[in-house]
């Protein structure tokens, strides 16, 4: 297959002339079928194009190799399914359907990488190395740190986590969403699948997509998350909007507390019966639980709107500050305006 160096694409150790790779087992002898990238693709000069991660209706990720650094790198290339096409050892990608809209998806990718390429110092956002055009599509190369998700951290800690161990480990995650909302990037499919832990023992934010694949009713396949998607997600009559991800990632903390996913939104807006079980919520200060209360609102004009709002939430100051406005405007209604505007009876 004329694979770049000899290099097993499922490691991207060389192996020389193995036909099975030693390192992780891959079978020197299979191939990467159409529309995808063949094994040894060399882009931009340097990245050398390995296994498939994942796919989507929006794309690929495939694990590559940075041949400057040496570093083992993700690839994500635009190829969005009913848009487009590769055939066999072919690297350009053939338009199929509507050219203009396929264009303007392009468009979108590449604007949207490129916001999360300025952000590339960010603590806890998987890093961007790259964003370039190449073969009638784009690409985004990203660091490969990172390889267990909090999907699998949750089965090695038997589903749930400690409060302390969620705030010392999701929380500063809030910044980067923060971050990416603030360059008009909405994330849309924050989950237990999106967030990886890395070497800095903190979990970083993959899973991007153009907003096209985070609304059910989009030109392109969707790729929602059920259980983690807000309800504006499943109507073009609603836009996403910086509180769809408050949404996603309370939801997120929800299944780390609980063990369990929370019910999909569009089951709630029809009936909503959300709880956090008592055995996990008398475990939680009150501050704590109203937080989830105003972050997992089906409606958004009736959830926290933003990451600002959502921290501010989750601090025992405001809430005792909240508490105490309440309690002043209920006893501003208990006063009968009526009897206090009446004189004397003119009996």
Request: some cysteine.
């Amino acid at each position: 297959m004329g694979f770049y160096n000899n290099l097993c694409p499922g490691c991207m150790n060389e192996i020389h002339d193995a036909e099975v790779c030693p390192y992780c087992g891959f079978d020197m002898n299979s191939r990467q079928e159409a529309p995808y990238l063949e094994y040894g693709t060399v882009l931009a000069g340097k990245y050398v194009v390995g296994d498939i991660l994942e796919t989507n209706s929006e794309g690929v990720t495939y694990l590559g190799l940075d041949t400057i650094t040496n570093n083992c790198v993700r690839i994500r290339e635009f190829l969005p399914a009913g848009f487009s096409t590769r055939a066999q050892e072919e690297t350009t990608v053939s338009v199929i359907g509507d050219e203009p809209t396929y264009r303007q998806f392009l468009r979108d990718f590449l604007d949207m990488w490129h916001s999360l390429f300025k952000l590339r110092s960010m603590e806890c956002l998987i890093t961007i190395l790259d964003v370039f055009e190449a073969n009638n599509t784009a690409y985004a190369v990203a660091e490969a740190d990172g390889t267990q998700t909090l999907s699998d951290f949750l089965d090695e800690k038997e589903g749930v986590l400690e409060w302390s161990v969620i705030t010392e480990k999701l929380f500063p995650v809030l910044d980067a969403i923060e971050a990416i909302n603030a360059e008009g990037v909405i994330h849309g499919a924050i989950s237990p699948d999106t967030l990886f832990l890395c070497g800095n023992g903190k979990f970083k934010l993959w899973g991007f997509g153009i907003k096209e694949v985070r609304k059910a009713e989009g030109q392109i396949v969707s790729d929602l998350r059920p259980g983690y998607a807000a309800i504006e997600q499943y109507s073009n009559e609603m836009k996403l909007s910086p509180a769809t991800d408050v949404y996603g990632f309370v939801a997120v903390l929800y299944k780390c507390i609980t063990g369990s996913m929370p019910v999909d939104a569009q089951i709630r807006f029809a009936s909503d019966t959300l709880t956090i079980p008592a055995q996990y919520a008398r475990e939680l200060p009150d501050y704590v639980l109203a937080a989830f209360i105003g972050a997992l609102q089906v409606e958004p004009s009736d959830r926290t709107s933003n990451i600002a709002g959502l921290k501010l939430s989750f601090t025992k100051e405001v809430y005792e500050r909240q508490k105490l406005q309440a309690a002043a405007v209920a006893n501003a209604a208990l006063i009968d305006p009526i009897s206090d505007m009446e004189g004397p009876d003119p009996r």
